[in-house]
C-alpha cells in the first residue's frame, strides 16, 4: 500500500457539468502530482503542487485546475465536462523535497463523462 | 517525437522464462527512470528505479540504463503468471526547476502463459 487514497472511485457525469476529485496523502509527502490516463495510454501529467503552491503544469486546459490543503489533502477541479475527460485520474504523491523524483499513486477515479 | 518510447506488445512469455521489456528516450538530458507495473482497472505500482549507467537489481527484477543509447530496459526472472500485467516506463526528464512531472511512455503489455 501507498498510503495515498482517492474518492470517489468511480464517477458518473454528463458533459457541461463540474467534477471535484479528492486525494489523501501520507504524513510528510509535501508534493502532490495529478495524471489523467485514457485507455490504453499511459498517464498524462496535469499539473503538481508543492507545499500549496502549483509547481508545474502539463498540457490541460485552465477548466482543470487544482488545490492543495496543508493536512496533505488535494483536489483537482475539472469544470465544464467533454466526453473526451472519461479516463482513470490518478495522484500521486512524493516524500518531502521539492525535487524528489520518486512517485507513489492512489487507486485512482475512474469518471465516465456522457 | 515521443519523449518515452514502449512497443505496446502484447510480449508473451512461458511461465519461468525471462522477460525482456524495452524503453527509449529522446532527451538526453534525463537521468532518472521508473519502471510501474499496472494490472488492468488498476493504478502503477512503482517496481523501481535507476539512475546510473548500467545494471540494477532487486529482487527477480533488474533494471539497465544505457544513457548513450538512450535506451533502458527491465528484466524480469522466473516470471508468474501473476506477472501477467502492462509495465509502465517513466521519467521526469532534465531537471527544469519547475515540478517533476513524470513522462510515460505507453507501456508494455506482458502475458506469461502456463
Known amino acids: 500500500e501507498t498510503g495515498v487514497t482517492q474518492s470517489p472511485t468511480h464517477l458518473i457525469k454528463t458533459r457541461g457539468q463540474q467534477v471535484t476529485l479528492r486525494c489523501s496523502s501520507q504524513?510528510?509527502?509535501?508534493?502532490v502530482s495529478w495524471y489523467q490516463q485514457a485507455l490504453g495510454q499511459g498517464p498524462q501529467f496535469i499539473f503538481q503542487?508543492?507545499?500549496?503552491?502549483?509547481?508545474g503544469r502539463g498540457n490541460f486546459p485552465p477548466r482543470f485546475s487544482g488545490l492543495q490543503f496543508p493536512n496533505y489533502s488535494s483536489e483537482l477541479n475539472v469544470n465544464a465536462l467533454e466526453l473526451d475527460d472519461s479516463a482513470l485520474y490518478l495522484c500521486?504523491?512524493?516524500?518531502?523535497?521539492?525535487?524528489?523524483?520518486?512517485?507513489?499513486f492512489g487507486p485512482g477515479t475512474r469518471l465516465l463523462v456522457l | 517525437q515521443k519523449e518515452v518510447e514502449q512497443n505496446s506488445g502484447p510480449l508473451s512469455v512461458p511461465e519461468g522464462a525471462i522477460a525482456s521489456l524495452n524503453c527509449t528516450y529522446s532527451?538526453?538530458?534525463?537521468?532518472?527512470f521508473f519502471w510501474y507495473r499496472q494490472y488492468s482497472g488498476k493504478s502503477p505500482e512503482l517496481i523501481m528505479s535507476?539512475?546510473?549507467?548500467g545494471d540494477k537489481e532487486d529482487g527477480r527484477f533488474t533494471a539497465q540504463l544505457n544513457k548513450a543509447s538512450q535506451y533502458v530496459s527491465l528484466l524480469i526472472r522466473d516470471s508468474p503468471p501473476s506477472d501477467s500485467a502492462t509495465y509502465l516506463c517513466?521519467?521526469?526528464?532534465?531537471?527544469?526547476?519547475?515540478?517533476?512531472?513524470?513522462?510515460f511512455g505507453t507501456g508494455t503489455q506482458l502475458k506469461v502463459e502456463l
Open positions: 535507476i539512475y546510473s549507467n
Open positions: 532527451d538526453r538530458g534525463s537521468q532518472s
Open positions: 504524513s510528510g509527502h509535501n508534493t
Open positions: 500521486a504523491s512524493s516524500p518531502s523535497g521539492r525535487d524528489e523524483e520518486t512517485q507513489y
Open positions: 517513466a521519467s521526469p526528464g532534465p531537471p527544469t526547476g519547475g515540478g517533476n512531472k513524470l513522462t
Open positions: 503542487y508543492y507545499r500549496e503552491e502549483e509547481n
